[in-house]
């Protein structure tokens, strides 16, 4: 089959108003393979790919599609019904799934089975269970959605696209949400669809997933194809620079993208002046609840040094969310104490203080979810740069000062780069690396001993993350305490001084910068090691 | 999600104000298009001719000075309850027990302006008045306010229970107590009286019209000042829009629920100064009935904002005065119809419109690119933009 062009798409334009998200973009995919588009948040990969499953018509440019052995016919400016029946399917990073639904109710919803008037379920979920033995995603058909982890939602929404007949998989930032043995999990599926004939676009800006699964990548770069390559003829560094279109110094330069990285003998690449050991930060024996269990966060203890980085690895949805609501008093903890230094470098016991109370004390928080908690989106730039603030922006009694909130944001604007610079712009007009970049900018702009950073590059394209990281290791050499948690491992050991592992809501290993990597970690993010102890 | 790159020049700021004044005026024009044709069917089904009609509805409202004083005095209510859904809205809380707090505002004006002598100065009288229908009305609103902060109780079903048990009550205090015999309403009350517009232009002599208007209209600033320049203001929205980001902002979010109620709860209360001081001088029974439910209309066509909401009491008053004045050609309920298609037309017309405003501005139909949207996730999380109520951020 190799060689036959399964998608053939040329010269795509599309317009949102004054903002050009396809300017000419081009595409090319053989059918059987396993395509990365790769380009930073912005490049326009989402927009393309929308073109091609039918959401967007495009205003300008071709769209052709072969499924089924059949020569490429035109399908520009086809709907997502069409697209669906054709083989052509989109697997979104937000999901799309009814979580008061079952699997298998989730995946014939549209096209259910009947018997007389009544939904034949078990049908359907026999059928859910064959296809998922066939293709190897495994997931319980008759399990509720919204007891699933993110992993198994994401399995289900593959699963759905091949129920419905799809012979072109096109995957949107896949593994953004998930741990490395799910990642690996997914290449297999991946791979077994491919060589069952199926086609694979996958949209990522992890350079090493590029390297490891894809066999052809195409770049984009602000709305444009800019090169297509044989994967095996590229390195991290030329696709790199092709999507930014300039040198970065990347989080793999130091720990060579997440393999071998036990050879590397320093810690995170950054001179850390952790060996003083002021403790900033101290947690005891920290329990806290969940609407789930009385202990998602079980027993945890430590201490994270003035000029460290504690990260804290993990699969989601061990604790991590429940453990920093209670550091930053957004959830009260049912044991345990929270300490965190004051300006003059004071412990402060904080376990009874609310959100404001910590805050002033010198806790920074850059929270994991931006458009849940970190931004008001409808609110403008300016008046987010002050929120958690706002009680300091005020003139005579309650009154704000809008000539210091405009200031405000102008000089954090400058300062970190925000993206366009106008203050007065809804938050939700930013791309998300912007509006992260308004989050960092408030967050790390201000006094602070403590910053909490939870999965501070999520969604974030490339040149954001390369800054992120500089503010976080800038922040830890002028002697904050910072607790890194992310479920990006690669980020984890590009940054951390410390490793731990969340599993079950405990802290199952502590491991210097040093020694920690992929290899040594993974059995404790699966639980298959530590829990014992 | 990949969000598209951004070509836009430097400052477009004349730009986005014009967006901002089409997405803000245009619907609410489109919406009453449609009412206006609505009604002209049921006008000539009714066999009389439109234009004859709004001719007399305009000529027995605006046209003349009892007509326009009598629009004064309904958009007086209904600025103070409209106000008082609308805070509650930007805040994210659904007051549905604006009539409720409106009688309990007048009653208590009343009772207060009863028990006082009857030389009370002006001075002295009318602002005791004014505290005791805050309180009224604040009381009742505090209620289901402390309830949602507590317990999480649905403001949306103790206000409308309360409206049950607080219109009973009243009546019965009223009706056992203090009635003058043979009425439903209590004695005239001896201080705190204001006066009528007629006072100072004689043109609006015989209509209802009192300073309470002038209140209404400084309150409406009040409101907007308070929402929009003061950080209580601030926090307030942020709750209504995001009450997860807010808390993550350290606003004590049940908190300001429970303040929020209050004080919506007097917004309402004060508005029954406009009978019981301003036009009758006492409490009766069912004195503002309607106007609590026709404040969330207003608020809905007012958008939420202070001067919309104004000019939205305006139109209602106008309508519900219109519909004496058509009384001859007409019967008085199709301008009840006409309030409804208004409101339907609003809710239903006004997010298409933005919609197809904002399709026109993208190029093409449908599908405005949103950054940041996010489609409901397994864990039942959601964006604002699903919330129940359009909040526009807009000053």
Redesign the interface.
């Given at each position: 089959m190799s060689g036959v062009a399964a998608v053939r798409m040329a010269g795509i334009v599309?317009?949102?108003?004054?903002?050009?998200?396809n300017g000419g973009a081009d595409l090319e995919v053989t059918t059987g393979e396993i395509h990365a588009l790769v380009?930073e948040?912005?490049?326009?990969?989402?927009?393309l790919m929308r073109v091609l499953s039918g959401?967007?018509?495009p205003?300008a440019g071709t769209a052709q599609v072969a499924t089924d052995g059949k020569p490429l016919r035109d399908v520009t400016g086809w709907n997502t019904r069409q697209a669906i029946e054709a083989g052509v399917a989109m697997v979104?990073?937000?999901?799309?799934?009814v979580?008061t639904l079952t699997v298998a109710e989730n995946l014939i919803l549209g096209r259910e089975l009947r018997r007389g008037l009544a939904l034949d379920l078990r049908a359907a979920e026999r059928e859910v269970r064959e296809l998922s033995e066939r293709t190897g995603l495994r997931v319980d058909p008759r399990r509720l959605?919204?007891d699933?982890s993110?992993g198994e939602?994401q399995r289900v929404e593959i699963l759905k696209t091949l129920y419905r007949g799809a012979k072109v998989l096109i995957l949107?930032e896949p593994t953004a949400v998930l741990s490395p043995p799910e990642v690996g999990e997914l290449w297999k599926v991946l791979r077994r669809l491919r060589d069952d004939g199926g086609t694979v676009i996958l949209?990522t800006h992890k350079l090493d997933e590029v390297i490891e699964i894809s066999e052809t990548i195409t770049v984009m770069r602000?709305?444009r194809t800019v090169g297509r390559m044989k994967t095996t003829e590229s390195t991290p560094r030329t696709i790199a620079r092709m999507m930014v279109g300039r040198d970065v110094s990347l989080a793999l330069d130091v720990k060579d993208g997440g393999r071998g990285m036990r050879d590397e003998g320093t810690s995170g690449g950054g001179p850390a002046v952790s060996s003083s050991l002021i403790p900033a930060l101290r947690v005891s024996n920290l329990t806290v609840p969940s609407a789930r269990k009385p202990n998602e966060v079980d027993g945890v203890s430590f201490t994270v040094a003035r000029g460290e980085i504690f990260g804290v690895a993990g699969v989601e949805g061990n604790g991590q969310t429940e453990l920093i609501e209670a550091i930053?008093g957004?959830r009260v903890a049912a044991s345990g104490m929270v300490s965190i230094a004051d300006s003059s470098g004071t412990l402060r016991d904080v376990t009874a203080r609310?959100?404001?109370a910590r805050?002033e004390t010198g806790l920074s928080?850059v929270?994991e979810?931006r458009?849940?908690?970190?931004?008001?989106?409808?609110?403008s730039v300016a008046?987010n740069l002050i929120?958690?603030q706002?009680?300091r922006?005020?003139g005579g009694?309650?009154?704000?000062d809008?000539a210091r909130i405009a200031s405000n944001a102008a000089s954090r604007i400058k300062t970190f780069d925000i993206?366009?610079p106008?203050e007065?712009l809804?938050?939700?007009?930013?791309?998300?690396g912007n509006?992260q970049k308004v989050v960092i900018a408030r967050e790390m702009g201000r006094p602070f001993t403590v910053l909490i950073a939870a999965q501070p590059t999520r969604?974030v394209d490339v040149g954001a993350i390369e800054f992120i990281h500089d503010q976080l290791r800038k922040a830890r050499a002028e002697g904050k305490a910072i607790l890194l948690v992310s479920a990006d491992l690669v980020e984890i050991l590009a940054l951390s001084d410390r490793v731990a592992v969340m599993y079950g809501g405990r802290i199952v290993v502590t491991l210097p910068g040093s020694d920690a990597s992929a290899e040594a970690l993974g059995p404790y993010m699966t639980g298959a090691q530590g829990t014992a102890a | 999600m990949t969000s598209p790159s951004v070509d836009r020049p430097g400052s477009d700021r004349a730009a986005r104000v014009r967006v901002a004044f089409e997405e803000s005026i245009l619907p609410p024009l489109v919406a009453l298009a449609i009412a206006a044709v609505v009604g002209d069917i049921l006008i000539i089904v009714f066999g009389q001719s439109p234009g004859e009609v709004y001719r007399q509805l305009l000529e027995g409202t605006w046209g003349n000075a009892y007509g326009f004083g009598q629009v004064i005095y309904k958009a007086t209510t209904l600025t103070f309850t409209g106000l008082a859904v609308a805070l509650g809205i930007r805040a994210g809380l659904f007051n549905i027990g604006a009539e409720s707090q409106l009688a309990s505002g007048g009653f208590l004006a009343a009772l207060v302006g009863l028990a006082m002598p009857s030389g009370t100065p002006a001075l002295l009288a009318v602002p005791v008045c004014l505290v005791a229908a805050a309180v009224g009305g604040g009381v009742v609103g505090a209620v289901p306010g402390a309830l949602k902060a507590r317990f999480g109780a649905s403001e949306v079903i103790v206000t409308i229970m309360l409206n049950f048990v607080v219109l009973a009550l009243l009546n019965y205090i009223v009706a056992a107590h203090i009635h003058v015999s043979e009425t439903l309403h209590t004695p005239e009350i001896r201080a705190g009286a204001l006066p009528r517009l007629a006072a100072a232009f004689p043109v609006f002599s015989g209509s209802a019209a009192n300073t309470t208007f002038l209140l209404a209209l400084a309150t409406a600033a009040v409101v907007w000042w308070y929402l929009f320049r003061t950080r209580p203001g601030y926090e307030l929205r942020a709750v209504g829009l995001q009450p997860d980001a807010a808390e993550y902002g350290g606003v004590r979010v049940g908190g300001v629920w429970a303040k929020t109620m209050v004080l919506s709860g007097v917004l309402a209360g004060v508005g029954g100064l406009n009978y019981v001081l301003g036009y009758k001088h006492y409490y009766e029974e069912g004195f503002g009935t309607g106007s609590g439910f026709l404040g969330i209309a207003v608020a809905l066509v007012g958008r939420n904002h202070p001067v919309g909401v104004v000019i939205a009491a305006l139109l209602f008053a106008t309508l519900s005065q219109g519909g004496l004045a058509v009384n001859a050609l007409v019967p008085k309920q199709m301008v009840d119809v006409l309030t409804a298609v208004v409101i339907i037309a609003v809710a239903t017309a006004v997010p298409e419109v933005r919609r197809a405003l904002a399709a026109a501005r993208s190029g093409v139909g449908g599908n405005p690119p949103k950054a940041g949207r996010r489609e409901s996730g397994i864990d039942g999380s959601r964006d604002s933009s699903d919330s129940r109520f359009p909040i526009p951020d807009s000053r």
């Open positions: 599309k317009r949102f108003g004054r903002i050009v998200a380009g948040n912005g490049a326009g990969k989402s927009t959401m967007y018509p205003d979104h990073q937000h999901f799309m799934l979580p959605v919204s699933l993110v939602a949107d949209i602000a709305g930053t957004l609310d959100v404001r805050a928080h929270p979810d458009h849940r908690r970190g931004l008001v989106l409808d609110y008046d929120l958690g706002q009680h922006f005020t009694a309650s009154v704000l809008q993206r366009p106008d007065s809804p938050s939700r007009a930013l791309s998300g509006q969604g | -």
